[in-house]
């Protein structure tokens, strides 16, 4: 199974842009690129997902490199309600299976 | 439109007992994951259930096992329970769509061995 690799933890203040990096250089040519997080006492939630162009929703951007071997998952204005571990996690190709890393801690600072 | 649905929320048993999960998919989703999360980890992927066979297991012994029903919801039982069973039993659902399909998380339930 294809890893990423996430810094474990980053800090945010409220308001401020906040740009959650990953890197997957094992990355195959039929992985996606999703992004999920997980709030205190919650099940994981979806937030984006991209295979190779930059993806924008209501969440989040998600913006992968050329060489699709890093993305960065960005978040507009960071509110307090954004604090949770972030997920970057390779799906597709010969498994549906979600594999989860140990993510990255946000929080984020009034 | 209910998301998808885990119950218990939370349970404790002793070593050696024998547990039950549920888990109702969202409406519309054929396929049922589950994973099991212990504290300061990510979820890890136990199996997957479609059109009620196993199609993938993650590395579990057999103690773990499940069944998914013709209205797509699921089970998942855990055998001759272990202390290091502990951890919060996530289910998750998604329409069979391929890759780029998204997995809709319900909130878990919490099981404790004693």
């Known amino acids: 199974d294809a890893k990423t690799t996430q810094p474990n933890s980053m800090e945010s203040n409220e308001e401020e842009p906040v740009h959650l990096p990953c890197n997957h250089s094992?990355?195959?040519?039929?992985?996606?690129i999703h992004w999920y997080r997980q709030l205190p006492s919650q099940g994981p939630e979806y937030v984006i997902h991209?295979?190779?162009s930059n993806v924008n929703n209501r969440m989040a951007s998600l913006a992968i490199a050329e060489d699709r071997k890093s993305s960065t998952l960005i978040l507009h204005r960071a509110t307090l309600r954004d604090a949770a571990v972030y997920y970057c996690?390779?799906?597709?190709?010969?498994?549906?299976?979600?594999?989860f890393g140990t993510g990255t801690l946000l929080a984020v600072q009034p | 439109d209910a998301g998808v649905t885990q119950s218990p929320t939370h349970l404790i048993k002793t070593r050696g007992q024998q547990v039950t999960l549920r888990c109702s998919p969202k409406?519309?989703?054929?396929?049922v994951s589950w994973y099991q999360q212990a504290l300061g980890q990510g979820p890890q992927f136990i199996f997957q259930?479609?059109?009620?066979?196993?199609?993938q297991r993650g590395n579990f012994p057999d103690r773990f096992s499940g069944h998914q029903f013709p209205n797509y919801s699921s089970e998942l039982n855990v055998n001759a329970l272990l202390l290091g069973d502990s951890a919060l039993y996530l289910c998750?659902?998604?329409?069979?769509?391929?890759?780029?399909?998204?997995?809709?998380f319900g909130a878990g339930t919490r099981l404790s061995v004693l």
């Open positions: 998750a659902s998604s329409a069979d769509t391929g890759a780029k399909n998204i997995q809709y």
């Open positions: 094992t990355i195959s040519g039929t992985d996606y």
């Open positions: 991209g295979l190779t």
């Open positions: 996690i390779l799906y597709g190709g010969a498994t549906n299976k979600l594999i």
């Open positions: 409406s519309g989703h054929d396929t």
């Open positions: 259930y479609y059109e009620e066979e196993e199609r």
